[in-house]
């Protein structure tokens, strides 16, 4: 498919000298009148009002800054950026100075050409491009003067001589200056150039290669100077002559009078028939300046007077046919490949099949045919404002749709009417008539009446010469349709859809509202297949209806279906357009697959369809253009990317891409920005929709006007482009309010940062002097503390060594000497653990139960073995720690006022439990003695003093540790009950782990 942009389409010349994609995906073109861009819908030029120094501009240079340079003979030289030309600035300004800038090359970040033109001492410029600023650097060297050529390029510079001499001096950086001697001469051999000289060396190829050419002559040349070897390029075919050569990137073009050879480093080539690709569009005689084969735009052949043409991928397969159908229109289509088409100036009707006319019938002049429908395979009805015909296919014959028929019945839903055949004019224009209708059977169908005749139901009996005609849906209709799976006649017009329900006489009603909730908006036409699918053609769109869960999707969403010609037939459905033509498999209940895209890119063949017609194997269709036609049966189908577009964005003073979510950075208060679509095949008028955290924009067309953004902020932008034949899909990008350095997150964060230190060091600054405060009291209340510890175990000691010296006197009285010594030297090891444990506020309870036994087998000798006991510990618990002295008051008073009463012999159990969920340890003292009730009744003058004594020191130690220690203890007695007897004290230590 080929587009020719000439100067008929928005160029001012035919003449153009190259093209060249730039790096955001614009098309530039270079002419003898100024520099355009393209962006597929809009050519934008520059002139001498841009600052162009010349307008006749033959070539372009993109370097890696993304500046566009360009050649032309002037007193300056210049760049593009962001659609804006610059110009280069001069180190050593000469009003007198020319520039012909040739071989362009970067090291580094210079920039460097050959200024063309030689001065009146023979040297030439070399320029240097330092940012935008040009350096200018003579080349002195007496044989310059004179000599054909001299090629520099980032290795090497090379001097052409007299005697067929090239002199090769390498070089290592962008401002070397040519007064040396060269490091190798090489003579060369022109064996192979009996016609060539100095004058048709043309430049360098990938550093290694020279390349000859002699325009309009056979002669392509390759010349290594590395081991001085020529290779002679031969073209396919004899009669190709070289029109032009010149590298690209890490290309060589090479255009022939034929074709297009493209070289690799490596001297591999492939080749392009001019004819394949540009058809009827040039001839050999055309003047060729330039080719590209882009991935983005196709294949683009520049001429010097016939303009650019671009060859796109998509091959046509369009057909234009000669038919004698010029000024008809199609009414209606039969089977698979009848079409019925009506010349409305002599009232000829045509029955075609394929593109040809099978037969014709003049109908009478009085005769306003309004669409055809097919009765069987054999004949159609035709209906038409006044009367009412049966079309013959195979004769093309008419007959009266009331002939041979003597009785018209009308049934409503009270009365049925007999209508006279006086009276049948009126009825026949309401309602026989009609505008379309749907057959199920030859002689019984669904009509869709004229005016507000509504639907109403048709059926005819030949035996009994009666036609009868039952009103069905009252209002005004444009067509009518027949779902055959749901049993459903779908009668509609622009607004409304009503269904109605054979089998079970429901009847349905989709109202404007319904339908705009769906996305519907203006209804054309409803089709239906044998799936149960239901197609609807509104203004632009194709939807594929759901009856069931009254739901409705697009589908062929890239293409804007406005204009377009829609039909259904044999699980196909087809759409002409400006666009093309569009095929695709009806597979299933809301499957369409297999789309086949014949696509009429940029409209080049037609711009607009108004009839189409189509089978399994012929595809025809009536355009402003005439009649073309596809063979659908030979057609090779290639998947047409439809959606092969570029967002270009241009703020401030940069333009790059946009991609799908990428995030667009702006500054506060940033009003507007300049959006660009790029689509080669772009076609019509471009138009873009933009969405906003959900709430759409005013129409701006490229200018996005922005509201006020909040800094820091990012919000979701939805970009929607579509043309006369492309509708794109929706895509979501993002833009970021950059806020000032002191809204930034980092600036607030060091704002918060600083505040915190000052904060910090008032903190440690009050913290300090707090804490000297705070530990001189706790220093005070550490030595009370320590104090009333003492006082306690001072008074426990005593209490302590008074009971168990008793015990010692009870032996010398009963002297029992031996027993007294051994007693008392117990004694004295209880004695130095004790007073050992009491220097400490916290001892192990491994501790403790060893102080216990010791303690309990004084006892026992004192008592005469009069119980007996048990220690409990797991080997966990023993590690624990509990207070000192803080168990020995309990034994000792569950021994004297429980055990000691007791006339059997006693049990005393003592054990230790942690309880880590509870964050307690429990220690518990159980004795089987006589309770506390039997020992107050018991209890002598000597028994209440010591019993009080005891509990009351007791009572003292917890009460001083849980108001100075972290750890809290509960003392609790529980009597035991009848039959039992004897008293259980449990001390529960809480915060356990704060002493550990």
């Known amino acids: 498919m080929v587009y020719n942009l000439n100067s008929q389409n928005g160029l001012t010349t035919n003449h153009v000298y190259c093209t060249h994609v730039d790096r955001l995906g614009y098309l530039w073109l270079g002419t003898d009148d100024g520099v355009y861009r393209y962006n597929g819908y809009d050519i934008e030029r520059y002139t001498y009002e841009d600052g162009l120094p010349n307008v006749d501009v033959w070539h372009f240079y993109e370097d890696r800054k993304e500046r566009l340079w360009t050649k032309s003979i002037s007193p300056q030289i210049g760049f593009f950026k962001h659609g804006t030309y610059h ?116 430049g360098f190829f990938s550093n290694n290669y020279i390349y000859y050419t002699n325009p309009k002559r056979k002669h392509f040349l390759l010349f290594n100077i590395k081991d001085c070897h020529d290779t002679l390029i031969k073209f396919k075919t004899c009669d190709e002559v070289v029109h032009l050569c010149y590298p690209l990137q890490d290309y060589l073009y090479v255009l022939t009078n034929k074709s297009v050879y493209i070289y690799d480093t490596l001297l591999n080539s492939v080749s392009y028939d001019i004819e394949d690709y540009f058809l009827g569009a040039i001839n050999e005689s055309t003047g060729y300046t330039h080719f590209i084969n882009n991935d983005f735009w196709g294949k683009c052949l520049s001429t ?64 306003n045919v309004s669409s055809i429908a097919q009765s069987n395979s054999d004949r159609s009805r035709v209906f038409t404002s006044n009367e009412g015909f049966w079309l013959d296919h195979k004769t093309g014959n008419t007959s009266n749709v009331l002939e041979h028929y003597e009785h018209i019945y009308v049934k409503n839903t009270d009365t049925t009417y007999d209508i006279n055949s006086t009276d049948r004019t009126s009825i026949t224009g309401g309602i026989l008539v009609g505008r379309n209708a749907v057959f199920l059977q030859e002689n019984e169908y669904y009509i869709c009446g004229t005016g507000f005749s509504g639907v109403n139901y048709v059926k005819k009996d030949p035996g009994s010469r009666t036609i009868t005609i039952e009103y069905i849906y009252d209002g005004r209709f444009s067509g009518v349709t027949y779902s055959k799976k749901d049993s459903s006649i779908i009668a509609y017009n622009k607004n409304n859809i009503v269904f109605i329900d054979l089998e079970n006489n429901i009847k349905k009603h989709l109202t404007p509202n319904r339908l705009k909730a769906i996305g519907i908006q203006s209804i054309e036409n409803i089709y239906a297949d044998h799936y149960g699918n239901l197609f609807i053609k509104d203004y632009a769109h194709l939807y594929l209806y759901n009856s069931k869960d009254n739901s409705a999707k697009r589908v062929f969403t890239s293409f804007n279906l406005e204009k377009a010609q829609v039909k259904y037939c044999n699980s196909k459905i087809c759409i002409a357009g400006g666009f093309g033509v569009l095929l695709a498999d009806v597979t299933g209940v809301g499957e369409v697959n297999n789309t086949r895209v014949f696509p009429n890119t940029k409209r080049v063949l037609y711009k607009n369809v108004s009839d189409l017609q189509f089978s399994n194997s012929y595809i025809l269709i009536n355009t402003d253009n005439g009649f073309y036609a596809i063979d659908n049966g030979r057609a090779a189908y290639k998947h047409i990317n439809n959606n092969n577009y570029k967002v270009a964005i241009a703020y401030e003073d940069t333009s790059f891409n946009l991609n799908k979510n990428d995030t667009i950075h702006i500054k506060p208060n940033t009003n507007s920005l300049h959006i660009d679509i790029i689509k080669p095949t772009g076609t019509g008028e471009l138009k873009i929709d933009y969405i906003l955290n959900g709430k759409r924009l005013p129409k701006s067309g490229k200018q996005l006007v922005l509201p006020h953004l909040a800094v820091g902020q990012y919000y979701e932008l939805t970009i929607s482009a579509f043309d006369d034949v492309w509708l794109g899909h929706p895509v979501n990008y993002y833009i970021y309010v950059q806020p000032k350095w002191w809204q930034t997150t980092t600036a607030k964060t060091g704002f918060v940062i600083i505040g915190i230190i000052i904060v910090a060091l008032i903190i440690v600054i009050v913290a300090n002097t707090t804490r000297k405060i705070v530990n001189r009291n706790n220093e005070k209340r550490t030595r009370e503390r320590e104090l009333e510890l003492k006082s306690i175990y001072s008074q426990i000691n005593p209490h302590f060594i008074f009971n168990t010296l008793s015990t010692a006197q009870y032996y010398v009285r009963k002297k029992q000497n031996k027993e007294a010594e051994n007693h008392i030297s117990r004694f004295s090891e209880l004695l130095r653990a004790y007073i050992s444990s009491s220097r400490n506020k916290y001892i192990s309870i491994s501790e403790e139960i060893d102080n216990l036994n010791n303690y309990l087998e004084l006892q026992l000798n004192r008592f005469d073995d009069k119980f007996e006991y048990e220690i409990i510990a797991d080997d966990s618990a023993k590690q624990l720690k509990i207070p000192s002295m803080l168990l020995q008051p309990i034994v000792e008073n569950a021994i004297n006022h429980g055990l000691f009463h007791k006339h059997s012999k006693g049990f005393l159990k003592i054990f230790f439990v942690e309880e880590k969920r509870k964050n307690q340890l429990v220690c518990t003292v159980d004795d089987n003695g006589i309770g506390r009730a039997k020992s107050k009744e018991l209890k002598t003058a000597q028994m209440k003093k010591t019993t009080s004594y005891g509990t009351i020191l007791i009572k003292e130690l917890i009460d001083t540790l849980n108001k100075y220690e972290q750890i809290n203890i509960d003392l609790k007695y529980i009597d035991k009950k009848q039959p039992d007897t004897g008293t259980t004290a449990i001390i529960t230590i809480h915060n356990y782990q704060y002493v550990q």
């Open 87 to 202: 110009v280069a600035k001069m180190h050593d300004y000469d009003s007198t100075f020319q520039i012909y800038p040739s071989q362009f090359y970067e090291i580094n970040d210079t920039l460097t050409f050959l200024n063309g033109i030689i001065n009146k001492n023979g040297n030439m410029t070399l320029c240097l491009i330092v940012g935008d600023t040009i350096h200018n650097h003579i080349l002195q060297y007496p044989y310059l003067y004179g000599s054909s050529k001299l090629l520099i390029n980032d290795k090497y510079i090379l001097r052409f001589v007299p005697e067929n001499t090239i002199q090769i001096q390498k070089r290592n950086n962008a401002a070397i200056t040519i007064n040396k001697e060269p490091d190798t001469v090489i003579r060369t051999r022109y064996s192979l150039l009996d016609s060539l000289s100095f004058n048709h060396i043309k």
């Open 304 to 367: 010097d007077g016939l303009n650019t043409f671009i060859s796109f991928p998509e091959k046509s397969h369009f057909k234009k046919i000669k038919t004698y159908l010029r000024g008809y229109r199609l009414f209606g289509t039969a089977s698979d490949s009848l079409g019925f088409w009506l010349n409305n100036e002599n009232n000829i009707l045509a029955t075609v099949a394929n593109g040809t006319v099978l037969h014709t019938t003049r109908l009478a002049p009085s005769v």
